[in-house]
């Protein structure tokens, strides 16, 4: 377990739990890696205003941290009007959560994105003047265009890119589909902002698209969730600027070595929320993969890997992966290692050992089903297939109930009757309001850990 | 095959009155007083420097708090009637050297007793607790134990007519108990041959004239190999230093795989086996001075549980601590039997401690992470003449005459499913060593040990031998102790290194799907070093 050696920077730790021991011919061997950062400082609570960031961070490297607001200024924004005014309080609240130093500008998008503060390609420095002057600048949003989100985050990522600081940030709210772009341009500002800064994703009202608000937080690393009552932004957009001041580190990469002939069949992130990474491998070295992981404060998540290694006779034992977390060196020096688990493979004759479910990675891979079910089972609602979304909710009410996943079985209990929860028999039902669907798909992927 | 079918013989009837046991009686109702041979003391070694003769100090008695103690009851000459066990039909293999759930008996004695046919028996040892009030002849080890008729070429049998020893003598000092007197003067001061030497602990090894020296086996379950040396698997040169190879990731040979000790007078060896991933076993061979000067071998061997938590710190630490404590306690003079049940006693609080330490909750696999670290322990101690033996769960000690002629023997009790079938007589012992609870065992050293039961035994081999102290990694290719002796090299008793090489080589060929560990420690006689057959 690496540490940082400086002064109030968190310690990552990493701890594995597997079931080691495989049959003869086994070749499976699934882990739940835990990664936890802690003594930082500073926690997800409110942070002590005029507490300098550049205090807290490591000398010699970027300090403090960069964010960038970007609001749905669109034409929808005004019915009802009531949404853009919550829109424009809800930004002032965040503005006001800005811990002092901060460098920040406030975007409005439409179909084109338009900074509104400072303006001229830069970032204010947050004290309680500029802080004032972008409230003001705000009241003067007006609503009207369209929505194109990728232009958005390509103004945001280039006015985080001017910035000289370890933390970029975006929080970004749309209350409409992104009509005024193709999923293709999106998807190539996604790919372009990717890994550059981190953004949290919310959808206002019923009438945005999920997978689009979603595949921008999966994206970039961040949350994605509904607000659908405009009231309550302000309290949703303060608690994410409070999150993004408690980031210590950011560009954190999972580290994944496994021996020659294996092959890493998944990689996921199981808990706060599933999030798959495998596709988002990149190649670092020989048997080496990096899997980006944003930004941390302090906080805990953990991972699934699940690696298939190369059969060896009983009695042997391998190593089946090494899962480091890493700080790239941007110079492309060597990275620095904040902390190593290992996952080991033990070929046994011993039945009993190597049929046993180790329950972390039991509990997670139900997780993983239940997030699974809960989208095919709305998927199969919206394409009117009945019997199949009861079946997929079911099981999805089921899976929440067996462990324990209470804000999920709420929001399902929203969408169907609930016959019996442990055998997963439900009833559809027959008027579902459109919001608790969207809280429940936007939801869906949040997961509880293992009661321990 | 199996010449040793230790509770049918000894359930048949008494070696000394031929009175019937009852089933499950470990003992005979008839004259189950606890026989204890009181050592003499033990031989010079040329070596010694100084010549004073130590008597043993007197074995405790052991209490009877905690419900299981078997007094060491002071016999008497001429208490019970004497025995005849020239013309006696003795059983096989009777070693019931002590009741399973009994605490230590004091010292008893075997000796192989020639009958007519020339076929050398042991007497039982020590046939458990006290029956009070039933008077019956005392097993084979009385004082008329002479040499029965055909006896002409096997070595003495008997001591007994030695004077300055009564085998019927408890070690309490009492009348009669001819030529034992318990070591009065405190046995560091008086007894240490060493004198100045006694170092901080009481064993400073410098002035000893046989010194010691012990053998502990490993220093951690993952000790890495060396860094420079390549891959094992698969030839890279890339092992990292926690042991896997960086390259196709196969776990280097750690140190505990394979392990080899020998010391003059005793050697072990332990290996990891075929067919598990890590070497759970673990052992302990030392020696040390008596504090007459002569010279006292010690071997112990583990065996981690495997269905509890770090197994192989378990047996680390238990062979480990039970060392350690022998020699501690033997060259203070401190009776060889009641040292080793206070070794188990130090041994099982080691393991205990484990229960507590950190990495309780490391070890995340589900079907173990419930059960404390757990293990076996057997051990040998020879010192003098006297050959003490100690045990819990299902390791054990055989005893292998040189002269292969004679008869070899198992001298433990295994505390296990089956041994407890058939010690009450609900199986017999094919029956019960074919059922797959077989090797369940009924006694371990560890935190959820519920009540712990040092078995200990002491024998007065009357001729040369070997004792093989080994896990049942070993004995379940010979368990027999007529296949461990055809098994054992002719030479073991010289050459013991080899013997417990060529031992744990006989698992291995056997499958080696356990862990193996074997120590051998030669019993010499008076002759010193007269061992081969």
């Known amino acids: 377990m690496a540490d940082f050696p400086q002064a109030n920077a968190p310690r990552f730790s990493i701890e594995v739990y597997q079931n080691e021991f495989l049959p003869e011919g086994g070749r499976e061997v699934n882990a739940i890696v835990t990664v936890t950062s802690s003594g930082g400082g500073t926690t997800s609570g409110a942070p002590s205003i005029g507490a300098s960031a550049s205090a807290a961070s490591p000398p010699g490297r970027p300090t403090g941290a960069a964010v960038v607001v970007m609001v749905d200024c669109s034409g929808s924004m005004d019915y009802p009007p009531t949404k853009m005014r919550n829109a424009r309080d809800a930004t002032a609240a965040a503005v006001d959560t800005l811990r002092d130093g901060t460098a920040f500008a406030v975007v409005s998008g439409t179909h084109l994105a338009a900074e509104v503060y400072p303006g001229g390609g830069r970032l204010a420095k947050a004290d309680a003047t500029t802080r004032a002057c972008a409230k003001e600048a705000l009241r003067r949003l007006r609503a009207g265009g369209g929505t194109a989100i990728g232009t958005w985050l390509r103004l945001a990522d280039r006015l985080l890119g ?93 580290r994944l070595w496994s021996p020659v002939g294996a092959e890493i069949a998944f990689v996921k992130q199981v808990a706060p929320t599933v999030e798959d990474l495998t596709g988002r491998r990149t190649e670092a070295g020989a048997r080496l993969g990096d899997y980006p992981t944003g930004s941390w404060g302090d906080e805990s998540r953990d991972y699934h890997v699940c690696v298939r290694v190369p059969e060896a006779a009983v009695g042997r034992e391998m190593l089946a992966a090494r899962a480091s977390l890493i700080i790239p060196d941007r110079a492309g020096g060597t990275p620095r290692t904040l902390a190593q688990g290992l996952v080991r493979a033990v070929w046994t004759d011993d039945m009993a050992a190597s049929t046993a479910i180790n329950p972390q990675v039991a ?34 009410v089921q899976l929440a109930a067996a462990s324990g996943n209470q804000d999920t079985a709420k929001l399902l209990a929203k969408v169907v009757d609930v016959v019996d929860a442990a055998t997963g028999t439900v009833r559809l039902k027959a008027r579902v309001a459109e919001a608790d669907e969207m809280t429940l798909e936007t939801r869906s992927t949040k997961t509880v850990r293992v009661r321990k | 095959m199996t010449p040793q079918i230790p509770q049918q013989a000894a359930c048949s009837k008494c070696p000394g009155c031929e009175e019937p046991f009852e089933s499950g009686d470990l003992f005979c109702g008839a004259c189950g007083y606890d026989l204890s041979a009181v050592p003499r003391p033990p031989r010079e070694r040329p070596a010694v420097a100084s010549g004073t003769r130590v008597d043993w100090p007197e074995a405790p008695l052991v209490s009877e708090a905690g419900g299981s103690g078997v007094p060491a009851t002071p016999q008497r000459p001429g208490e019970l009637p004497g025995t005849d066990s020239g013309g006696r039909e003795l059983p096989i293999a009777p070693l019931r050297p002590d009741r399973p759930d009994a605490l230590p008996v004091s010292a008893a004695a075997f000796s192989p007793v020639r009958q007519a046919g020339s076929e050398a028996r042991f007497g039982p040892a020590a046939p458990g607790g006290p029956v009070p009030g039933v008077p019956g002849p005392a097993p084979a080890c009385g004082p008329g134990r002479a040499p029965g008729p055909g006896t002409a ?21 009492g009348p009669g108990s001819g030529g034992f007197q318990p070591a009065a003067p405190g046995p560091r001061v008086g007894g240490h041959p060493g004198g100045g030497s006694a170092g901080d602990d009481g064993r400073g090894s410098g002035g000893h004239p046989g010194g010691y020296a012990a053998g502990h086996p490993g220093t951690g379950p993952a000790a890495p190999p060396l860094p420079t040396q390549p891959c094992v698997a698969c030839r890279a040169d890339r092992v990292d230093p926690d042991g896997y190879c960086g390259h196709c990731g196969h776990a280097q040979p750690r140190e505990r795989d394979h392990m080899e000790r020998e010391l003059s007078g005793v050697a072990a060896v332990s290996d990891r086996g075929l ?40 047996s680390l630490a238990a062979a480990g601590s039970a060392g350690e404590y022998l020699l501690e306690s033997l060259p203070r003079g401190t009776h060889p039997q009641q040292a080793m049940h206070e070794a188990i006693l130090a041994a099982a609080s080691a393991v205990d401690s484990l229960a507590a330490g950190p990495g309780t909750a490391m070890e995340h696999g589900p079907h173990r992470h419930r059960n404390p670290p757990a293990c076996t322990l057997a051990g040998a101690v020879a010192a003098g003449e006297l050959l003490v033996v100690g045990w819990v769960g299902d390791s054990r000690a055989y005893w292998i005459p040189d002269d292969r002629s004679g008869p070899p023997a198992r001298l433990t009790e295994d505390d296990s499913w089956a041994a407890q079938m058939v010690s009450a007589g609900l199986m017999s012992e094919a029956e019960a060593y074919a059922d797959e609870r077989a090797h369940a065992i009924t006694g371990w050293l ?46 073991a008793a010289s050459r013991p290194l080899h013997g417990a090489r060529v031992l744990v080589g006989h698992a291995l060929d056997g499958g080696g799907h356990d862990n193996v560990t074997v120590a051998v420690l030669p019993f010499a006689m008076r002759r010193r070093g007269a061992g081969s057959a």
Not at chain 1, 181 to 198: K, Q
Not at chain 1, 378 to 393: E, Q
């Open chain 1, 162 to 254: 001017g910035a000289d600081v370890s933390i970029r940030h975006g929080i970004l709210l749309t209350d409409g589909r992104n009509e005024h772009e193709t999923p293709e341009d999106l998807r190539a500002a996604l790919d372009a902002c990717a890994g550059r800064f981190t953004c949290d994703a919310r959808g206002v009202g019923t009438d945005w698209e999920v997978e689009e608000v979603t595949a921008v937080a999966s994206a970039l690393l961040g949350t994605a969730d509904i607000v659908a009552d405009p009231s309550g932004l302000a309290a949703d957009f303060a608690r994410m600027m409070e999150n993004a001041m408690g980031k210590e580190v950011a560009d954190v990469t999972l």
């Open chain 1, 363 to 396: 509990h997670y891979t139900g997780q993983a089903e239940l997030a699974e079910a809960i989208r095919q089972g709305l998927d199969a609602r919206k394409s009117g297939d009945v019997d199949g979304a009861t079946a997929r909710l079911g099981r999805a």
């Open chain 2, 153 to 173: 070429s096997a070595p003495a049998p008997g001591p007994g007519p030695e004077p300055g020893w009564s085998p019927r003598s408890a070690p309490a000092p």
């Open chain 2, 275 to 314: 067919r598990h991933h890590r070497n759970e076993d673990s052992f302990a061979v030392s020696s040390t001075t008596l504090p007459d000067g002569s010279p006292a071998v010690i071997a112990i061997v583990c065996d981690g549980v495997s269905s509890a938590t770090r197994p192989d710190e378990a």
């Open chain 2, 446 to 491: 560890g935190a959820d040990a519920c009540e712990l039961e040092p078995h200990t035994a002491a024998f007065k081999p009357d001729r040369p031998g070997v004792v093989v102290v080994c896990t049942d990694g070993l004995w379940n290719y010979a368990e027999a102790p007529r296949e461990m002796a055809r098994v054992l090299p002719p030479d």
